[in-house]
């Protein structure tokens, strides 16, 4: 057996659009793991995260030893090194995996949340984006919400060619400045 040989990759896209719009990144990526479409957001809602890309390294028996929010990205040499160093470790060990869960959605959000997404799934887009923003405008810091409103109302920045992270950095500081007044 080989190093690595028991490891198996699973990638999650978060979109609330739906499988339609990711499989063109899957298919040009020539991708040969598995990638599971997340359209309701129900990962980030059982590991409390607010902010995409992450990766989180699973030991036997589905325990968490590492995870990086917000900012996973394997071509980046560091996490690169980091991922193949995983791979070839031993997984052998105790794990306080609790410490990998964040905090989430208030009872309040992931109610305004369900809502949006009810509006959208019935084809009522600016009932969800009305609603979405609200839950944004409470947690700021929900970047995941704050993306599929600009994905759907700019899906040219999404899904056309390469994301527009420059794009995306302009719009934040549009926004804190709409929200601060400033």
């Known amino acids: 057996m080989g190093e690595g040989d028991n490891v198996e990759l699973l990638t999650v896209a978060v979109d609330f659009q739906g499988s339609t719009v990711v499989k063109p990144y899957i298919d040009k990526a020539k991708a ?3 990638t599971v479409v997340d359209s309701e957001n129900i990962l980030a ?3 409390g995260f607010k902010a995409v890309p992450n990766g ?6 589905l325990k968490v030893s590492e995870s990086i929010k917000g900012k996973f990205d394997i071509r980046i040499p560091e996490l690169f090194e980091k991922t193949r160093k995983w791979i070839k470790a031993s ?5 306080d995996d609790t410490k990998f869960i ?12 369900d809502k949006g997404l009810g509006f959208y799934q019935q084809g009522n887009e600016s009932e969800a984006i009305l609603e979405w923003q609200k839950l944004v405008e409470m947690d700021p810091k929900n970047f995941i919400v704050r993306k599929q409103i600009w994905a759907i109302v700019h899906p040219d920045k999404f899904y056309s060619g390469d994301v527009d992270f420059d794009w995306q950095q302009i719009q934040m500081q549009r926004e804190a400045y709409q929200l601060n007044g400033d």
């Open 45 to 47: 809602r059982l590991c």
């Open 102 to 113: 964040g905090e989430g959605m208030s009872s309040e959000e992931q109610y305004m949340f």
């Open 32 to 34: 040969s793991f598995t």
């Open 91 to 95: 997984h052998v060990r105790e794990i």
């Open 56 to 61: 989180y390294f699973i030991e036997p028996g």
